[in-house]
């Protein structure tokens, strides 16, 4: 029984997680201008490469193509899971090696931008390729 309430419970506390969000993300839609999501990153091709193979195994082999120019967005910040952060958002497919030397196929990155600079990113599988 206390494991069904318990259970019951993190339900409760993670869909509320969600729906403050969904709250906070459709007030803050209402109210940004384009002021507040600041200037699109300049260089954001060298910038993204930079960030992303600091993030690899294999450096050296990291292969770009398909870049998408940054758009306006909001994601979650990192320091608060209920507040959106305004920003700009792009995609940019990557392949490298792995640590046994194989090419792992290209799979897509989502980087967003905060202020001119690399905020995050989402990492996207090869297999889930339909991401626009």
Wanted: glycine share 8%; aromatic share 18%; proline share 6%.
């Amino acid at each position: 029984m206390k494991k069904l309430f318990l259970s019951l419970f993190i339900f409760m506390f993670l869909s509320g997680c969600g729906i403050i969000y969904s709250i906070n993300l459709s007030n803050l839609e209402r109210k940004l201008t384009d002021a507040d999501y600041g200037n699109p990153p300049k260089n954001y091709e060298i910038l993204a490469e930079k960030y992303i193979k600091s993030l690899l195994k294999d450096s050296d082999s990291a292969q770009f193509r398909n870049w998408t120019v940054p758009e306006k967005c909001l994601f979650p910040s990192n320091t608060s899971m209920t507040e959106p952060k305004p920003g700009y958002c792009n995609y940019v497919e990557v392949n490298a090696k792995n640590s046994f030397g194989g090419y792992t196929g290209f799979s897509v990155w989502k980087i967003r931008w905060y202020k001119g600079m690399p905020y995050g990113h989402t990492y996207y599988k090869p297999s889930r390729l339909g991401y626009r």
